[in-house]
Nanobody
């Protein structure tokens, strides 16, 4: 299971940190990542981190502003979001997969946590 938290309402330029607690599977055996879905839009990839945490990928829209990380001792995935923009407003979902993250098909999904950025 994945349990996401940390969403909220923030002003443009502000920061939030999302967390995703995992249980029931071996955390270090899974690629982990974040996706988001804004109202009326398709779900999109945000960031991913490899099994050992050595490779991180980001959507172009969040590069330089968001940082993905994982804590192997606590089995928690994080997404530090800085310099937030109104266009970052969406439901954010964490996901885990043994092989490769995909937009809709992954082994595990967390429930969404809502992020709202006011202008």
């Amino acid at each position: 299971q994945l349990q996401a938290s940390g969403g909220g309402l923030v002003q443009a330029g502000g920061s939030l940190r999302l967390s995703c607690a995992s249980s029931g599977f071996t955390f270090s055996n899974y690629v982990m990542g974040w996706f988001r879905q804004a109202p009326g839009k398709e779900r999109e990839f945000v960031a991913s981190i490899s099994l050992r945490g050595t490779i991180r990928d980001y959507a172009d829209s969040v590069k330089g502003r968001f940082t993905i990380s994982r804590d192997y001792a606590k089995n928690i995935l994080y997404l530090q979001m800085n310099a937030l923009k109104p266009e970052d407003t969406a439901d954010y979902f964490c996901a885990a997969d043994r092989l490769r993250l995909q937009v809709y098909e992954n082994d595990y999904w967390g429930q969404g946590t809502q992020v709202t950025v006011s202008s």
